[in-house]
């Protein structure tokens, strides 16, 4: 399948949790159910909409193991990687057993403020070390710092990384990125609302947050872009602005949570420092959700 099987929509699951904050693997199997018999691509597994830094090693292995024995449809499974410790993620790939993972995705070192030699420096490590193919994932929200574009390039130029979750917001350096890229070397968009402009422009897909509660609509307006139908991606991204926003007024997951308590595919419970959604919030979901209907 080569590059192909990260074209599309692939979707950066949640983890779901009890009121106790155990990891709530029945509503786990509701959630990849849902998603893969309504269209996603390819699951991504404890990226930061997973909750990633409030999940222990033992417990992310655990998941990992469930989802991919819980995937009749074999859809490709990314698995995250990261960490602002360069010698930490070195030792994670090292203890991760890789049978079933079609890549990795590794966000930029956070926290740190890395030069962007040591942005290159940190990747290159990673890419030698890891035994499946290996995607940035540039989101200077989180971590504080961009890879700019000239940096892209010259990581996308190493045999085993194979593209760019692209989160900056800035379809300037998007375009800078795809324009001179090699074909064996891919972009995709890291934001749901960007999505359009950036496969306009040649990304391949998204990783998408709406794609846990809206997978429907979602891979519609990526399929959409695919076929260069863009008045159609368009209109379905506009009836998406008002629930996307909402999305992030407290936090992501805590609003895609509860896109899916409300549609009884899991509860919203998160895990501190995190705290669930307030009932204005709820409210404001709750009448989203009858808007798309």
């Known amino acids: 399948m080569g590059l192909s099987k990260y074209k599309g929509t692939g ?23 849902y998603t893969a018999d309504n269209g996603v ?87 030698d070390a890891s035994p499946v193919p290996v995607i940035l994932y540039n989101v200077p929200g989180r971590t504080a710092s961009n890879i700019r574009a000239e940096t892209t390039l010259a990581l996308a130029n190493h045999a085993n990384i194979i593209g760019i979750k692209e989160a900056s917001g800035d379809i300037e350096q998007a375009m800078k990125i795809i324009s001179a890229t090699p074909k064996d070397f891919f972009l995709t968009s890291g ?14 897909g998204t990783i998408s947050v709406l794609a846990n509660g809206l997978p429907t609509i979602f891979s519609k307006l990526v399929n959409s872009c695919l076929e260069n139908d863009f008045q159609t991606a368009s209109n379905l991204a506009f ?8 999305m992030y007024e407290e936090s992501n997951p805590v609003g895609i949570k509860e896109v899916l308590s409300q549609r009884t595919i899991c509860a919203h419970h998160v895990r501190l420092p995190l705290l669930p959604p307030s009932n204005e919030l709820q409210e404001k979901i709750k009448n989203a959700l009858e808007s798309l209907k």
């Open 239 to 246: 009836g998406l602005l008002d629930i996307n926003t909402m």
């Open 11 to 33: 979707v950066a699951l949640i983890t779901p949790f009890d009121q106790h904050g155990a990891i709530d693997y029945k509503g786990l199997l509701n959630l990849l159910n």
């Open 41 to 127: 691509d390819y699951w991504v597994v404890q990226g930061t909409t997973g909750e990633s830094p409030t999940v222990t090693s033992k417990e992310k292995k655990k998941l990992l193991q469930f989802v991919i024995d819980h995937n009749p449809k074999k859809l490709p499974i990314v698995y995250g990687i990261g960490s602002n410790d360069t010698a930490q993620a070195l030792e994670t790939i090292d203890h991760t057993n890789f049978e079933g993972i079609d890549a990795i995705l590794s966000a930029s070192p956070y926290y740190n403020k890395p030069t962007q030699a040591g942005i290159v420096r940190h990747y290159e490590l990673i890419a």
């Open 191 to 204: 934001d749901d609302m960007l999505t359009v402009s950036l496969m306009a422009i040649g990304a391949i």
